[in-house]
């Protein structure tokens, strides 16, 4: 049978226990989820969704096209200008899920001959834009900015670092000043995916990037989701023009993924509602990363 290798491979997991069930929550439930993500209370808060509401009574429920032919509403541009400015960088580039706005940002600035240094506690959609990357991945000691110079210290073109700002399985915070310096030492880019930052880190919650003095440096590169602390949905590219600009120059998918739908981005992020009673516990829940993932389809040292 041509997909019987599922059935085979489902029975393994499920003799090693490692089938996970889903367990669907209710509309109304009255308990507070502390394993939540919505780390500000802001997905319920109803202040948000008549917004969201609204916006899609105005602009529909649908993206209607990819962004290069007709999916860009003005909604899209005023989105990207106010992140931009949220968080202290020059532009920003939104896309459907923090997943594609990761895999957007590492494999449009790996090319051929390029070095990409992962941390190896990275998100999986990191190492899958690691794995998708035209360079050649070098994956590192987990939050190790000596291990980086090392691994920098041997590329012979382009090159760039990759960390998450705030690990997910952990819950510990990558050394990002460190992690900078060594980059300008080696002229390459860093490149941060601040989803668990967002919202909770920094100045009125502007991110990690901005908590350690990055936001808006012209070698630093951040990708951020909005299903956490926003409360919505979508992820985005912040960074200089020429790297995360609207026209998506450095993002050669731009023209193959929908952006985000309209309805679901009518708050302004500097202008976010007080957090819902009881909401804000920080903690950073499993997003599935891990650094062993990166070598086991061939990608790495």
């Keep these: 049978m041509a997909f019987g290798w599922i059935d085979e491979q489902a029975s393994a997991r499920r003799r090693a226990g490692l089938v996970r069930t889903l367990r669907p929550r209710p509309a109304d439930s009255p308990l507070l989820d502390l394993a939540s993500n919505d780390y500000l209370g802001l997905a319920r808060h109803p202040e948000v969704t008549e917004a969201a509401a609204e916006a899609a009574r105005r602009w529909g429920?649908?993206?209607?096209?990819?962004?290069?032919?007709?999916?860009?509403?003005?909604l899209h541009g005023e989105l990207e200008r106010e992140l931009a400015d949220f968080c202290g960088f020059e532009a920003?580039?939104?896309?459907?899920?923090?997943?594609?706005?990761?895999l957007a940002a590492v494999t449009a600035l790996a090319p051929h001959g390029s070095l990409v240094v992962s941390d190896a506690g990275n998100h999986a959609?990191?190492?899958?834009?690691?794995?998708?990357?035209?360079?050649?991945?070098?994956?590192?000691?987990?939050?190790d900015p000596e291990a980086v110079r090392k691994a920098l210290s041997t590329a012979k073109g382009p090159a760039i670092a990759v960390s998450d700002t705030v690990f997910s399985v952990d819950g510990d915070a990558a050394p990002l000043a460190g992690l900078a310096a060594v980059c300008r030492e080696y002229g390459a880019g860093l490149v941060v995916d601040?989803?668990?930052?967002?919202?909770?880190?920094?100045?009125?919650?502007?991110?990690a990037p901005y908590a350690a003095g990055l936001a808006g440096a012209p070698d630093v590169v951040v990708t951020v989701t909005l299903s956490k602390s926003l409360g919505s949905q979508g992820g985005a590219v912040l960074g200089p023009a020429h790297v995360g600009g609207p026209s998506g120059q450095r993002c050669p998918n731009v023209h193959l993924r929908h952006g985000p739908r309209p309805g679901r981005h009518r708050r302004r992020p500097g202008r976010a509602p007080a957090a819902a009673p009881g909401a804000g516990a920080c903690r950073a829940g499993p997003r599935g990363g891990a650094g062993a993932a990166h070598t086991a389809d061939g990608v790495g040292p």
């Design 194 to 207: 601040d989803a668990h930052g967002l919202g909770v880190l920094g100045d009125g919650g502007r991110g």
């Design 92 to 102: 920003a580039l939104v896309f459907s899920s923090g997943y594609a706005a990761n």
């Design 61 to 74: 429920g649908g993206a209607t096209g990819s962004r290069l032919v007709s999916g860009t509403t003005e």
């Design 125 to 143: 959609s990191l190492i899958d834009g690691c794995r998708l990357a035209r360079g050649t991945t070098q994956v590192v000691g987990h939050a």
